[in-house]
């Protein structure tokens, strides 16, 4: 199976989503976040830079709930245009 190439829109909406986990994660090392949240560094690493632009649902709910974050929150920012940390996250 081919996967579709993902659009402008959804990478952006990857490093939206990254710069609010590393946000919420604050002065906590990206090991113990991931640790707790039952994924690996290297994960946890990847998602916050934007490598993975597009985490399952699992994973984001995971880290949601380590980081005490709402989904629905998640969701809002995601799908901002302009949303804080955007350039941050494209850096």
């Known amino acids: 199976m081919v996967r579709e190439p993902l659009t402008e829109q959804e990478i952006a909406q990857g490093h939206r989503i990254g710069a609010l986990l ?3 994660r604050g002065a906590r090392t990206l090991g113990a976040v991931a640790r707790e949240a039952g994924l690996s560094v290297e994960t946890l690493r990847k998602i916050e ?3 993975i632009p597009t985490p399952s649902f699992v994973t984001v709910a995971a880290l949601a709930d380590e980081l005490r974050l709402s989904l629905d929150e998640i969701w809002r920012i995601a799908r901002e245009e302009s949303a804080p940390g ?3 996250a494209a850096s």
Do not use: E, L, P, S
């Open 86 to 88: 955007r350039d941050a």
């Open 22 to 24: 590393r946000a919420a």
């Open 49 to 51: 830079t934007g490598r």
